[in-house]
C-alpha cells in the first residue's frame, strides 16, 4: 500500500491508503475528521465536499492518493485555531441555515467556496452555486439567506417581510 502525505487544515498528514480509498475515506476513517459526511455515495448530494488546493472538491469522487501533496481542508478547518466560527458559520447559526445538520458541513464548504469566488453574490447565483449540494429539511431558504448575509449584505433586501 502506498504512503501518501498532504496538508490537512495546516497540518502535515501521512498514512497508508490502498488505491482505491477515496478522499473521504482517508479523512474520516484515518484521520478522525469526520465532520465530513457520506451521504449518498454517487457524488449527487455534497455532503463530503472540501477544499482541494483551494477548489472546492466532492471527497467522495477523488482518490486519496490524488490529494497527495495537496493542502486539504475540511469543515474542521474553517473555524480559527482559536474556535472563533468564520463568518458562513456564524451565519448559519443565527439565521438557522441548518436543521438536521447533515448537510450542514458540505454546504458550508460550498459557500466559503463560492464567497471566496464571488463575494457578494445574488439569491440567483448562491442558488446555482448550491446546485451540487442537497438538502432534504430546510427548503432551502435560510441556507440561501445565511449565505448571503455572510457576504455582508442585507438580508432585508434579499427576503422582504
Given at each position: 500500500?502506498?504512503?501518501?502525505?498532504?496538508?490537512?487544515?495546516?497540518?502535515?498528514?501521512?498514512?497508508?491508503?490502498?488505491?482505491?480509498?477515496?478522499?473521504?475515506?482517508?479523512?474520516?476513517?484515518?484521520?478522525?475528521?469526520?465532520?465530513?459526511?457520506?451521504?449518498?455515495?454517487?457524488?449527487?448530494?455534497?455532503?463530503?465536499?472540501?477544499?482541494?488546493?483551494?477548489?472546492?472538491?466532492?471527497?467522495?469522487?477523488?482518490?486519496?492518493?490524488?490529494?497527495?501533496?495537496?493542502?486539504?481542508?475540511?469543515?474542521?478547518g474553517?473555524?480559527?485555531?482559536?474556535?472563533?466560527?468564520?463568518?458562513?458559520?456564524?451565519?448559519f447559526?443565527?439565521?438557522?441555515?441548518?436543521?438536521?445538520?447533515f448537510?450542514?458541513p458540505?454546504?458550508?464548504?460550498?459557500?466559503?467556496?463560492?464567497?471566496?469566488?464571488?463575494?457578494?453574490?445574488?439569491?440567483?447565483?448562491?442558488?446555482?452555486?448550491?446546485?451540487?449540494?442537497?438538502?432534504?429539511?430546510?427548503?432551502?431558504?435560510?441556507?440561501?439567506?445565511?449565505?448571503?448575509?455572510?457576504?455582508?449584505?442585507?438580508?432585508?433586501?434579499l427576503?422582504?417581510a
Amino acid at each position: 500500500m502506498p504512503t501518501i502525505s498532504m496538508t490537512v487544515n495546516g497540518n502535515e498528514v501521512s498514512g497508508e491508503v490502498e488505491n482505491r480509498t477515496l478522499l473521504v475515506q482517508f479523512l474520516r476513517d484515518s484521520l478522525g475528521l469526520t465532520g465530513t459526511h457520506v451521504g449518498c455515495d454517487t457524488s449527487q448530494c455534497g455532503a463530503c465536499t472540501v477544499h482541494v488546493d483551494g477548489l472546492q472538491v466532492k471527497s467522495c469522487t477523488m482518490f486519496a492518493v490524488e490529494a497527495a501533496g495537496a493542502d486539504v481542508t475540511s469543515i474542521e478547518g474553517i473555524a480559527s485555531p482559536e474556535g472563533e466560527l468564520s463568518a458562513v458559520q456564524a451565519a448559519f447559526k443565527e439565521h438557522h441555515g441548518l436543521q438536521c445538520g447533515f448537510c450542514t458541513p458540505g454546504m458550508i464548504m460550498a459557500a466559503e467556496s463560492l464567497l471566496k469566488a464571488n463575494p457578494k453574490p445574488t439569491e440567483a447565483e448562491i442558488r446555482h452555486h448550491l446546485h451540487g449540494n442537497i438538502c432534504r429539511c430546510t427548503g432551502y431558504h435560510n441556507i440561501v439567506k445565511a449565505i448571503y448575509a455572510a457576504s455582508g449584505q442585507d438580508v432585508a433586501e434579499l427576503m422582504p417581510a
